[in-house]
Structure formats: structure tokens, C-alpha cells
């Protein structure tokens, strides 16, 4: 349905995004890349199962890492069009940050959400698996104070999770970081117009998010990285740019929202907007 409303169908493959866990094909790009980033972790990871509690309802964290007390989260569309699914976000949120077992004994959680639009840049590397790892270890003793990036372990995960679009032969794996797909919106339906106002707020927050150090007395100085928000409007943009009717810019963006509007309003800097955006890789700068 796409394609109908765009000049030129889409051209990306299977294989190029980061994905959660997709039981019939047997894959977990999420898994992977947080194996590779902890390997400590290998083979440890908890999928998709209730936990152990006392509260009388059943949580099924996305991905469960019991030894270090954290939760992965893999939020897909309906985290930001559903009001009723972001309400259950935090109330989970919520419920894992003050857990206890089954005993009544504490068993706090910490939850790292990872949005569909995010995809393994190197900033975000580094945001995720070094920066909120310090975040979380001022409280949590079990996370390795310097957290757990590297380049080496880096690059080893984009060529697991990526392919290289400029290999026509579709056989090589991402070596670079200008393989990687851009974070956005790729010919999917799962545009930012069809957010609820909660969920643009929270697709803001995302884009934005740093630590109030002030607050916490937190030296980490986690903050998403700038670079994110000019890759997403570059993605919208190049969208917009398909529309076969330019007048139906709708489709894409919540044009009447005021928060976004305001929020998108800066200017592009090219100098982030380097990756791949499922676009033919014959147009593409090398
Ligand atoms: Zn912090």
C-alpha cells in the first residue's frame, strides 16, 4: 500500500534493520546486539517470560538479563498509538523499578527501552551500552561502572545485525558505520502521523533525553546523541520528498501538533545524515 502512495517502490531488504525476536524466522537482532555489546550475557538472556513476582500480575519483559538486574524493552509501533499501551508502559516501568520476588525480597529493576525507530549508529552504541550503563550502575551495583562499549565489539554487531547495501551481490555484512540504516521511517506505515499526542511527546523525549545530573548527583553525562534527530528528519524528509502527491504530507507527519512542529524546526546538518536509507544504493555518496 505503500508503494501506491510513493513514486518509487522502496528498496529495502530483509535482513537491514534492527528487529526484536521474530519466532518463525528464528531471529533476534536485539539479542545479538546485546550479547555482542555484554558477552557476559550469552546464552542468559531471558525472552518474553513472566516473572517471578508477588503482585498478583503477570510482567513479560522483552529481554530479562537477571544477573545485572535490567530489562530490555523493544517498543514497536503501538507504544506510541496506543494511550493505553503507553499508560501500561509506565506502570511497568514502574512495577520493575521497585520489584520484589516472589519472597517479598527486593529485586529492583532498571529498564532500557529500545524504540523501532533506534538503529545501531555509533553514537547510540555508545549512548546505550557505555553511557546509560554508568547512568544505572550509581545505583546498581551489578553493571560494570565504565559499562560495556567498545569499537572492537562495535563493529562485530553491525556486521552481524547489517548487510552492506552497497555489495550488489547482497552477500556482504556492514563493515562501516555509513552501512548501517539510518534511525526513521523507511517505507513503513508506522509514521510519526499516526502517533497519539502522548506518543509524540514520548517519540520527543527519545529523540532528546539526558541526564539531569543536578538532580541525581549522576556523573554520567548520558544524553541521546544530537545526531538521531537530524538522521529521523532526514528519513521523513526523503519520504515526504516520495510522496507522489506533495499535498499529502499528512500521511507522514502530525502536521497540526505543536510540540512537534517546534521541535522539528531546526536545521539539518549534513554532517550526521551519512548512513543508508533503504533507498538504491546506486544514488548514495561512497
Ligand atoms: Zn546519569
Not at 552504541?125 to 546498581?140: C, G
Not at 537530524?230 to 497540526?256: A, F, M, T, V
Not at 512537534?260 to 536509507?277: G, I
Request: a positive charge; hydrophobic letters at 30%; charged letters at 35%.
Amino acid at each position: 500500500m505503500v508503494d501506491e502512495i510513493v513514486k518509487e517502490p522502496f528498496k529495502l531488504r530483509r535482513g537491514g534493520e534492527m528487529r526484536s525476536t521474530n519466532k518463525k524466522k528464528g531471529q533476534d537482532q536485539m539479542k545479538v546486539c546485546i550479547e555482542t555489546f555484554i558477552p557476559e550475557m550469552k546464552d542468559k538472556i531471558i525472552i518474553d517470560k513472566t516473572i517471578n513476582n508477588n503482585a498478583g500480575r503477570r510482567f513479560r519483559p522483552d529481554y530479562l538479563l537477571e544477573d545485572l538486574n535490567l530489562i530490555f524493552e523493544y517498543n514497536g509501533m503501538q507504544h506510541y498509538i496506543n494511550p493505553f499501551k503507553l499508560r501500561g508502559d509506565d506502570i511497568k516501568k514502574e512495577f520493575y523499578a521497585n520489584h520484589t520476588d516472589k519472597n517479598g525480597i527486593d529485586k529492583k529493576y532498571d529498564t532500557i527501552r529500545w524504540p523501532y525507530f533506534f538503529q545501531l549508529t555509533k553514537p547510540i552504541a555508545k549512548f546505550v551500552f557505555r553511557d546509560l550503563m554508568k547512568h544505572f550502575s550509581e545505583e546498581n551495583s551489578q553493571i560494570n561502572k565504565n559499562g560495556y562499549y567498545s569499537d572492537e565489539k562495535y563493529y562485530r554487531a553491525i556486521g552481524e545485525i547489517y548487510n552492506d547495501p552497497f555489495d550488489l551481490n547482497r552477500k556482504k555484512k556492514a563493515t562501516e558505520e555509513k552501512h548501517v540504516l539510518s534511525p526513521g521511517f523507511h517505507g513503513t506505515r508506522e509514521v510519526p502521523a499516526t502517533f497519539c499526542d502522548k506518543g509524540i511527546e514520548r517519540f520527543i523525549k527519545d529523540l532528546s533525553w539526558k541526564c539531569d545530573a543536578k538532580d541525581r548527583g549522576c556523573p554520567c553525562n548520558a544524553k541521546v546523541p544530537e545526531s538521531i534527530k537530524h538522521q529521523i528528519k532526514r528519513s521523513l524528509d526523503l519520504y515526504c520528498g516520495d510522496l507522489k502527491k506533495n499535498e499529502e504530507k499528512w500521511l507522514i507527519i502530525p502536521e497540526h501538533n505543536e510540540q512537534y512542529k517546534k521541535f522539528f524546526k531546526f536545521v539539518l546538518d549534513e554532517k550526521y545524515t551519512n548512513l543508508f536509507y533503504g533507498r538504491d544504493p546506486s544514488t548514495y555518496k561512497t
